[in-house]
């Protein structure tokens, strides 16, 4: 047993590490507390907004004061998912000098809109150019006036999000993905018309690739033989051989046939990095949920 005039030192340390071990715990207790605090405040916000947006794509009224978004002037409506999807939307309405409105949405996504008080000004931009984070993406609708305008352009971005997670990219924009959008609704039918439509092209061997990707880059060009030899870097005498080669192999004229060979091929492009046997499995995927 120690003595007494050691006792008193180890007392004394043993509590200073006792008060320390309390401070250190108690801190911890308060940070955790007010983190999950600051999560359910942010969320119960979040619920809100989500509830206020439902009703506004529904067509019941909000109040905007409420939403903390001006329902008037113009407006695009974003998807973004990934690594930063608000930080994204944050950063193109900084861009614009516009103000914007967010809210989570499923399977990761987060649903926005970007929207200025002029309806006046005719320029809009473009947001294909924005620069985003890595492995973070945006599906973009068109620009609309008002009410009626956020709501058709939600309906845009959701189209193009369906396009984009077949064929992701940085930022995809309803404008360029329309057909296919609406292609999508029915993918086992749209296979079909694939196969119809190419018949012999549809193979996976090289003479078909080469076909293919003349006729595409041919119907592009606007039939334009000319531009065609320039985008795929061949003689334009060789642009016309292989258009008579496809017109022999399909057993028609391509003139006659034009809008659905383009249309077949620019499916085909974007459905090729698929397995085509999943295909009935990706539509369910592609027709999930919407983004809010």
Do not use: C
């Not at 605090?37 to 019941?60: C, E, P, S, T």
């Not at 973009?140 to 352009?153: E, W």
Request: aromatic content about 8%.
């Amino acid at each position: 047993m120690p003595q007494s005039s050691q006792r008193l030192p180890v007392l004394r340390h043993i509590s200073q590490y006792q008060f320390i071990w309390n401070d250190r715990v108690n801190a911890s207790i308060i940070e955790a507390y007010q983190q999950e605090y600051r999560a359910f405040y942010l969320q119960g916000r979040d619920r809100k907004r989500r509830a206020l947006v439902r009703d506004l794509l529904a067509g019941i009224p909000v109040d905007e004061s409420a939403l903390g978004y001006s329902l008037r002037g113009r407006h695009v409506s974003v998807i973004a998912w990934g690594t930063a999807p608000e930080a994204a939307i944050k950063k193109a309405a900084a861009s614009l000098g516009w103000q914007s409105l967010t809210v989570s949405g499923a399977a990761g996504t987060v649903v926005g809109w970007l929207g200025r008080p002029n309806t006046k000004i005719s320029s809009d931009e473009d947001l294909s150019a924005l620069e985003t984070a890595p492995e973070t993406f945006l599906a973009v609708g068109q620009y609309g006036d008002n009410l009626d305008g956020m709501q058709r352009s939600y309906r845009q971005a959701w189209q193009a999000y369906r396009v984009a997670q077949i064929h992701p990219q940085p930022v995809t924009r309803y404008t360029s993905v329309a057909l296919e959008a609406l292609v999508l609704r029915d993918l086992p039918a749209v296979r079909d018309f694939i196969v119809e439509q190419l018949g012999p092209l549809y193979r996976a061997d090289e003479r078909a690739k080469v076909l293919r990707e003349t006729l595409s880059a041919y119907f592009a060009s606007g039939q334009n033989a000319a531009s065609t030899a320039s985008v795929i870097g061949v003689h334009e005498r060789t642009v016309a051989y292989r258009l008579r080669s496809a017109e022999k192999i399909l057993d028609r004229s391509i003139a006659t046939s034009r809008d659905e060979l383009s249309i077949a091929l620019r499916m085909y492009a974007l459905l090729q990095e698929q397995e085509r046997a999943d295909l009935v499995a990706l539509q369910d995927q592609v027709l999930g949920p919407a983004p809010l």
